[in-house]
Each structure stands twice: as C-alpha cells, then as structure tokens.
C-alpha cells in the first residue's frame, strides 16, 4: 500500500535564486513555485498551468479609484440625508450618477475582455 499523503520537503534559496525560480516559474505560467520546481524535478514536462495574469494600466486603474470614490461620496450623502430626514435629496442626478458609473464599469470590463483575448 503506498502513502498516499503529501510529504513537505522544505528548501532555502537565496535572494537571487528566489528571484531566478519565480522567474522561470512565472514564464510558464505554473501555478506556484513549488509546482515549478515539482515539475522540474520529477521530469514532467508539463507544469501546472494557472489563469491568465492581466497586467492593468496605471491609468485604467486610476479611472477605478476615480469611480470607486465617487460611488463612496455619493453612498454617504444619500445615507446622510437619509438618516437625517432631509427632504432635499435629489435623487434623480443620484440616479443619473450612479448610471454613469454604471457606464464606466462597462468600459472597463470591455477593456479588460479585450485584453484576456
């Protein structure tokens, strides 16, 4: 009968090899480290593959925050207004604002589609 669990086998890189395992870990996409080096070592040939890593752009990723702390603002305005029985809400340019935002979410998830292609 052969043990079916797992035995951890622990090694100590330095710096550099760290940085030269991640490396060629990264450029074939395997699922981890340890995956990289199990494969390697057992002659595999055939690492574990993960999802497809998206780098964003620096701006993209500013139009989110953009969007993100617009969408707060309004949030605590409306809550505000709320919790304190004002009645000059005007919830027709939350809405319209909050349909905007809606609209650039599309934009970016389009975005973002086209570059996982």
Not at 21 to 42: H, P, Q, W
Not at 91 to 108: E, N, P, R, V
């Amino acid at each position: 009968m052969s043990d079916q669990s797992g035995k951890l086998v622990a090694i100590r890189l330095n710096a550099e090899e760290l940085i030269r395992v991640r490396s060629k870990a990264d450029a074939i996409n395997a699922r981890s480290i340890g995956a990289y080096i199990k494969a390697v070592a057992m002659d595999d040939g055939v690492p574990v593959r993960r999802s497809k890593v998206v780098t964003i752009d620096p701006e993209v990723s500013r139009q989110i925050a953009w969007i993100g702390n617009n969408l707060n603002q309004l949030s605590r305005s409306l809550n505000f207004a709320r919790k304190n029985n004002m009645e000059s809400i005007d919830y027709i340019s939350a809405l319209s604002f909050i349909t905007a935002i809606h609209s650039d979410i599309a934009g970016i998830k389009t975005l973002i589609a086209e570059r996982l292609k």
